[in-house]
């Protein structure tokens, strides 16, 4: 059988013989929306709770928007915002980094995309922000129950009402990626990102696991619950509006709009139906990101590891397909990140039992994993040392693997990964 998967902008075509495949996991088959501004301009006049309109007539606005980092279908959100937007005294658009890079060309693209919106609808009083997470014009607004301080972008307070737009997938930590991300981390300090992702070390933060989430027993996730409370901390009194997306490719497959809690609940029902799986672990998996941006660096692809590891057999294998265009991390995540992971396995592991520093909890992880299973080889534009210094297999084709596979144990079989940083993955 011919196996088709994302790798950066292309396809790569692997054979594997149909007595081998054990099948192909990627999100189910969502067909997009025809037309998504109708989609969304219907979401938003049938909201759960107050029109948007309503809310922000004669209000301070704060829209926040994610950043270049997610593969979401930005400019439809923004140009269904926008025009309910007209009514109100000031709004503050945030490009929401958190941490990640903020002179970005695609952050500077988002920013077009508002302008040109605000311009086309008549939009006269915003203004456009790119968070930095290292800036000095900031507002403390205490610590939460966790002791968690929450340390602001000025920029984000004291607003009347704030506007999440949230393309919604699996998160190997934070349980989804949600309305709260965009609040913590989106416009937080480093200070207080690093404190609230101490807690990625927990077992309890991991993917399908939210407070939000409308199973009660689904609700215990400790760093995603201190991003609810720092979010409501950021909020204060102002209303928040939320409209939440799942998408595939940059297209709307799924949209709601309106309250925080109702929205965002029936969004993980959505995407527990249509990506999650529930898998036997297997000894050979391939595992893809889903091509760029979901794998340009190996600090982005690693998502993919974390959200398929439950579906790989101790001492098993994976090949993993990931490009890699930006190589192995935004600069800020180099030495508590790939330079840390460069240690021997057992020491990785040891040296985060003491202070944790940002990005640490990624090391740790993948140390984890590569301390459980056999091997790790990976496909990838990264240099022989670059992989290799990490304790990873680096192979000039994938293919080669597979029949290697196949070779030592004609009945093995293999499963096939794709499109993983929306995925999650449960041991049956």
């Known amino acids: 059988m011919n196996i088709s998967v994302n790798y950066g902008s292309k396809k790569l075509e692997l054979h594997i013989p149909e ?43 704060c829209v926040l928007v994610e950043d270049h980092t997610r593969n979401a279908p930005h400019q439809a959100m923004i140009n269904s915002i926008v025009p309910r937007l007209i009514g109100a005294a000031q709004v503050q658009f945030i490009i929401t980094t958190g941490t990640h890079v903020v002179d970005h060309p695609t952050n500077h693209a988002i920013v ?64 989804y990626s949600n309305v709260v991300k965009n609040f913590l981390p989106g416009v937080c300090s480093f200070k207080t990102v690093e404190a609230n992702h101490s807690m990625a070390l927990d077992p309890r933060s991991t993917f399908g696991i939210h407070p939000f989430h409308p199973d009660p027993t689904r609700r215990d996730n400790p760093l995603a619950d201190d991003m609810r409370e720092a979010m409501e901390m950021i909020a204060k009194k102002g209303k928040i509006f939320v409209l939440a997306v799942v998408s595939s490719s940059r297209k709307v497959t799924w949209a709601s709009a309106g309250e925080v809690e109702p929205v965002t609940a029936a969004a993980m029902e959505y995407l527990d139906e249509t ?31 974390e959200l398929t590891k439950n579906a790989v057999a ?38 985060i039992s003491g202070t944790y520093h940002l990005y640490e909890h990624k090391a740790y992880k993948f140390a984890e994993l590569m301390e459980r299973v056999g091997r790790i080889r990976m496909f990838t534009e990264l240099d022989k040392n670059t992989v290799e210094s990490v ?38």
């Open 112 to 175: 077009e995309i508002i302008r040109k919106a605000a311009k086309h609808s008549k939009l006269a009083k915003y203004d456009i922000l790119i968070h930095d997470c290292h800036a000095n014009d900031v507002v403390n607004l205490g610590k939460t129950s966790r002791g968690t301080p929450v340390i602001i972008d000025s920029a984000a307070a004291g607003h009347d009402v704030y506007v999440s737009l949230s393309d919604m997938k699996a998160h190997y930590f934070a349980g």
């Open 19 to 61: 007595a081998n495949f054990g099948g192909k996991i990627e999100p189910k088959q969502l067909h997009p929306i025809s037309d998504e501004m109708q989609e969304l301009g219907r979401v938003l006049d049938k909201p759960h709770g107050k029109k948007l309109a309503e809310l922000v007539r004669k209000k301070s606005v």
């Open 314 to 351: 101790d001492k098993g294998e994976i090949l993993f397909l990931a490009e890699c265009r930006e190589g192995v991390a935004p600069e800020e995540a180099i030495e508590n990140f790939y330079n840390k992971l460069k240690a021997p396995l057992d020491d990785v592991i040891a040296s």
């Open 275 to 305: 990506a999650s799986f529930r898998i036997t672990p297997c000894p050979r998996i391939i595992v893809s990101p889903g091509g760029y941006p979901e794998d340009k660096s190996l600090y982005n692809a690693q998502r993919a590891i």
């Open 391 to 428: 304790h990873l297999e680096k192979v000039d084709d994938p293919q080669s693997v597979i029949d290697e596979w196949i070779s030592a144990d004609p009945r093995v079989k293999i499963l096939v990964f794709d499109q993983s940083n929306k995925i999650a993955v449960y041991a049956d």
